[in-house]
């Protein structure tokens, strides 16, 4: 394992910072870009359920009145104008004997409810102290919230109103707020990968240079002089390299005066 890890690892300066720059900048794009995503979406869920639990809290408020005083006509006319809204898919409102007084589905009206959870919840309703909550969410996913709220007159619980909204209009909205996200994060990710190529080329561009009057010396131009730069890593490097060629001029310069002398030396003997 260590062994294919190091195959992968780059082998240039270059390389390296790319990969460590890329990789960086990678890891904080997609972080900022899922986290943003994620709030959006959280945001978007609750502002459904806080909107089904408005309008159950006033479906109870409004339907009241007419459980009270018995009226279907009231009720049904409750539910007509709650009917308005695109992302109903159905409105029930019945008494706490579980008897169906209104219903968007008008041939279930005067029907007992069957539903395990709604009996459930309805005894439990019947059997609560006054410190337990009206209101439980039956249905909670990325098509549907359903929520049910008891009806109560003073202490005295006197019926229940039961919705379920339409999520997937809502659910379209943070799928292309995801979708968006992530083509965001594609272009994000090639900027990154670019700007890491542009830092890199540039803090290695002087050491390019210096490699290629190194290769202009080892084949006999020993008249190269390095830039001075304003890193001071390259800048030594620099001032080395021409302190090295200057000692070589130099050195070769003597040697050349050493063999003419001995020239000279040997024709006169």
């Known amino acids: 394992m260590n062994n294919i890890l190091l195959r992968l690892k780059p082998k240039s300066l270059r390389s390296r910072l790319v990969f460590g720059i890329g990789t960086i900048l990678a890891v904080l794009i997609i972080s900022f870009n899922y986290i943003t995503v994620k709030e959006e979406s959280k945001f978007l869920h609750q502002q459904g359920l806080k909107q089904a639990s408005n309008r159950s809290l006033a479906l109870a408020t409004v339907s009241?009145?007419?459980?009270?005083?018995?009226?279907?006509?009231?009720?049904?006319?409750?539910?007509h104008n709650f009917s308005v809204y695109d992302d109903l898919d159905f409105l029930a409102?019945?008494?706490?004997?579980?008897?169906?007084?209104?219903?968007?589905?008008?041939?279930?009206i005067g029907k007992y409810i069957t539903d395990e959870q709604r009996i459930a919840y309805l005894k439990q309703m019947l059997d609560a102290d006054d410190n337990l909550q009206n209101e439980k969410i039956l249905l909670d996913n990325r098509d549907h919230i359903e929520i049910i709220r008891v009806v109560h007159h003073g202490k005295k619980h006197i019926g229940m109103v039961n919705l379920r909204i339409n999520q997937k209009h809502r659910q379209k909205n943070i799928d292309k707020r995801i979708t968006k996200g992530i083509i965001f994060t594609v272009v994000s990710l090639l900027a990154a990968i670019l700007f890491s190529v542009f830092i890199a080329n540039n803090l290695t561009k002087e050491l390019v240079q210096l490699i290629s009057m190194m290769r202009k010396v080892r084949y006999g131009d020993k008249n190269v002089q390095a830039n001075e730069s304003d890193t001071r890593e390259i800048s030594l490097l620099s001032h080395e390299f021409n302190s090295m060629i200057s000692a070589l001029n130099a050195s070769e310069q003597s040697y050349?005066?050493?063999?003419?002398r001995l020239e000279l030396a040997f024709e006169g003997n």
Request: net charge negative; charged share 25%.
């Open 256 to 260: 050349k005066q050493l063999s003419e």
């Open 64 to 79: 009241k009145t007419w459980l009270l005083a018995n009226d279907y006509i009231g009720l049904e006319e409750i539910a």
């Open 93 to 108: 409102i019945t008494n706490m004997d579980g008897k169906i007084l209104e219903h968007t589905d008008h041939s279930l």
